[in-house]
């Protein structure tokens, strides 16, 4: 009959404590792992709230410029309202303006323009932005100039000939430039998109 050995171990060989430290590591390595798990995942969700509040004041923006489009579809247009002053800037809800050079800036960074008393609000309502959407439309055919307070003139500008290859040119072309302005959920994501119409 062999001869069997037997190697036995205790735990009083190691030193106290050895286990409960290897714990306490393998525990803080374990957090460190779900904490920068957890950062990770919020900045994620952080982009895309983001990158949605972003769409959606683009697709804002971009209602109210076609908005802008179909009413300069219709029959009659107007009227484009002047400034009569370079302190005193023209605002009016109908949102309708000759572009003016009085204040060295467009007329779509006027001051209170994106409020009711200086911009038309879009009328179909859109789900999750934070303000409505609203544009302006002004008439390129002249511009205001003021050369000092309360003396403005209306120059007249170049028309644009239109028309296409098949029919021709279309003397008397008026072109308009939409501006449009769209916010998203909250008030600091804004979009502001242009085109031009020649009807």
Same mark, same amino acid.
């Given at each position: 009959m062999g001869k #069997?050995? &037997?190697? %036995? !171990? !205790? =735990?009083s060989t190691y030193p106290k404590g050895v286990v409960l430290v290897t714990a306490l590591i393998i525990l803080l390595l374990l957090t460190l792992i779900g904490v920068t798990a957890m950062q990770?995942? %919020?900045l994620e969700e952080k982009m895309a709230g /983001? =990158? *949605? /509040?972003?769409?959606l004041a683009f697709q804002s923006a971009e209602a109210a410029l *076609?908005?802008?489009e179909t009413y300069l579809q219709a029959a009659s247009v107007g009227p484009f309202n002047a400034d009569t002053s370079s302190t005193k800037l023209a605002l009016d809800q109908s949102g309708l303006y000759k572009p003016t050079l009085s204040p060295g800036s467009e007329r779509w960074c006027q001051t209170d323009i994106w409020t009711d008393a200086g911009s038309?609000? #879009?009328s179909a309502t859109l789900a999750g932005g934070a303000a409505p959407p609203r544009y302006i439309i002004e008439d390129m055919s002249s511009y205001t100039k003021c050369t000092k307070a309360d003396t403005c003139a209306n120059v007249p500008l170049a028309t644009t000939p239109g028309? !296409? *290859?098949? &029919?021709? %040119?279309v003397p008397d072309t008026g072109r308009f430039r939409i501006t449009a302005r769209g916010v998203g959920s909250t008030p600091?994501?804004?979009? =502001? =998109?242009? !085109? #031009? #119409? /020649? *009807?």
């Open positions: #069997y050995t &037997f190697i %036995t !171990s !205790s =735990l990770s995942t %919020t /983001n =990158l *949605r /509040n972003e769409h *076609r908005a802008g038309l609000a #879009y028309g !296409s *290859r098949k &029919f021709g %040119t600091d994501a804004m979009v =502001l =998109l242009q !085109s #031009y #119409y /020649n *009807r």
